[in-house]
């Protein structure tokens, strides 16, 4: 089974709306985090946003927030005033495991939005 | 106060060839990862390092394959005798500890084709 899912190949956004990104994920450990990183055309991976598993407020970061869904095991990017700049691939991705010891080190990465904002 | 540096940027070999791909992790950052992305994927964990230790290579291919993080200089992915389907975009992370609750630092990659 995926642990990440991203059901959105693409999506487009006009500048200054706001847009989702949809992220569902999979664990039956209790203690994990969740990330958003954005990947531009230029190729490098900057991260953006992390929640963890016990945090009882979803994560803001300007105009990046983290709809946190436990229940429903979504953690969707919010991105408010799109720019043309946020124009991307953008990838969610979890630790599982976290604080807990054990290999609790690797990301897994789910396939990735590619975002398109339209002026 | 730099990142993590990735080298080369692009590096293009033939079939049989062998790449090495380097990575200097941000200052004061002891552990380093490695990364590949294939063509429309995320990217997949393929090594764990620290100072002279492999800690998890449980991602990576069993042959042609290896990581080593010396001591001194920079941690180092060599593929031997390359096949196409090594192509890919190779991103290197560094950590200060395993534990940390964030995310890493990844570098900006190395893209390799193998022609």
């Known amino acids: 089974a995926q642990k990440i899912t991203q059901t959105q190949p693409g999506m487009f956004v006009q500048e200054k709306e706001a847009v989702t990104l949809d992220c569902t994920y999979d664990?039956?450990?209790?203690?994990?985090?969740l990330f958003w990183y954005k990947q531009p055309s230029s190729g490098e991976m900057i991260f953006l946003i992390y929640?963890?598993?016990?945090?009882?407020q979803n994560a803001t970061e300007g105009r990046y927030s983290l709809n946190f869904q436990k229940a429903r095991k979504s953690a969707n990017l919010v991105i408010s005033a799109s720019q043309l700049g946020d124009s991307a691939m953008y990838f969610c991705?979890?630790?599982?495991?976290?604080?807990?010891?054990?290999?609790?080190?690797?990301?897994?990465f789910g396939k990735g939005t590619l975002l398109t904002v339209n002026p | 106060n730099a990142g993590v540096m990735q080298n080369p940027r692009h590096l293009v070999r033939r079939r049989g060839q062998e790449a090495r791909l380097r990575c200097s992790p941000m200052?004061?950052?002891?552990?380093v990862y490695w990364y590949r992305q294939l063509p429309e994927e995320g990217l997949k964990f393929m090594v764990y390092?620290?100072?002279?230790?492999?800690?998890?290579e449980s991602g990576m291919p069993k042959e042609r394959f290896s990581a080593e993080f010396p001591k001194e200089g920079p941690s180092i992915l060599r593929i031997q005798q390359v096949v196409r389907g090594d192509s890919a975009a190779y991103f290197c992370?560094?950590?200060?500890?395993?534990?940390?609750?964030?995310?890493?630092?990844f570098g900006s990659g190395t893209r390799l084709t193998v022609v």
């Open positions: 991705a979890m630790r599982e495991g976290v604080g807990s010891g054990g290999s609790n080190y690797k990301l897994t």
């Open positions: 664990t039956s450990d209790p203690s994990y985090g």
């Open positions: 929640q963890g598993s016990y945090d009882q």
């Open positions: 200052k004061g950052h002891s552990h």
């Open positions: 992370a560094s950590s200060p500890r395993a534990d940390s609750n964030y995310g890493y630092t």
């Open positions: 390092l620290q100072k002279e230790n492999i800690i998890d």
